[in-house]
């Protein structure tokens, strides 16, 4: 199908990063003297704002402590930068096909400001994005309040739009207000969890995800 707006989830839909994130987070925590978490605890809450992963990983956490955390998790993870071949094989060329074609393309993601520009620039796919929003300047997902913004930032409906991400956070935040999703299988989530929530499709490949987008 041919949709007019397209938007991406960024960390484990356009690149390749949950376990940079997961082992950042976990450094950070067991740093502070904060216990360690299950490997798929970390990557469970990929997706969501820094403050709603934290306090479903630590719940109770002071602010003070949450403070810390991010710090320490910051640290780690901006030692090292999204570079182009961070990028799942073959998402650059969806991205710049859709603008080819005339898409609306975006970004919704629960990276922070701070954490997505520096990635836009270094990865090369900024230049394909018409517009992008962050979990902390608007609410974290899977508050649908990211894709109202972005739709009316393009004058849009939900229904000329799809949301396509790796997280049931992603598709969930599509699903309350009737947008049609997308789930790609090479990130956090997989094709049973993805499946709940009622997506179009659920992709395992960057070829079937062209197909679902009539690229």
Known sequence: MTYKVVIFDWDGTLVDSVEHIAGSLHQAAVELGFPAREREAYRDII????????????????????????????????????????????????????KLDSRLVAVATGKSRRGLDPA????????????????DETRSKPDPRMLMEILE?????????????????????????????????????????????DPVCVTSSVRELRQALGL
């Open 120 to 135: 836009l620039v270094s990865s090369g796919l900024g230049p394909h994005f018409d517009v992008t929003r962050c979990a």
């Open 47 to 98: 997706g969501l704002g820094m403050v709603e992963a934290l306090e479903a990983l630590y719940p109770g956490i002071s602010r003070e402590e949450m403070q810390a955390i991010r710090e320490g998790y910051a640290r780690y993870f901006f030692a090292r930068k999204t570079m182009p071949q961070n990028v799942f094989d073959g998402m650059a060329d969806v991205v710049a096909d859709l």
């Open 153 to 197: 930032h393009f004058e849009a409906e939900p229904s000329d739009a799809v949301m396509i991400g790796d997280t049931r956070y992603d598709l969930d935040m599509a699903r309350r207000i009737n947008m049609p999703a997308i789930g790609v299988e090479w990130g956090v989530h997989k094709r049973d969890e993805l499946g709940k929530y």
